[in-house]
């Protein structure tokens, strides 16, 4: 079975390079986008790595990573912030296993999912 990847992007051209790049390099993706979808989807499964925009519609990325992080169930998911804010993601840096500042390329991102299978 593979290892499922969710990745919360409203982007529909970054979201595709990112469920793409994923996809390739091994795990099953399931893509959302927005925040709220995000929410009702987490409770019910537990992804292996969740690729999370922070400025999305409905519950703001930064909300989401809160309640991934405070969850027990979700203990051990990676998380990947991907964002083009600096500034947020120099804050929530320590929260993330990852943080990718955008544009994000398809290489880029293709490269770090093989060191996570």
Do not use: C, W, Y
């Amino acid at each position: 079975m593979k290892p499922l990847a969710l990745i919360i992007e409203d982007n529909q051209d970054q979201n595709l390079i990112f469920t793409t790049a994923l996809d390739q390099a091994g795990f099953e993706t399931e893509s959302i986008l927005e925040g709220s979808a995000a929410q009702t989807r987490l409770k019910e499964i537990i992804p292996n790595v969740v690729v999370l925009d922070l400025h999305i519609p409905g519950v703001h990325g930064e909300i989401l990573l809160r309640q991934i992080r405070s969850d027990q169930r979700l203990a051990g998911v990676r998380v990947i912030l991907a964002t083009a804010d600096a500034a947020l993601a120099g804050e929530l840096q320590s929260q993330a296993d990852l943080v990718l500042l955008k544009p994000v390329s398809f290489s880029q991102l293709s490269t770090l999912a093989m060191r996570l299978m």
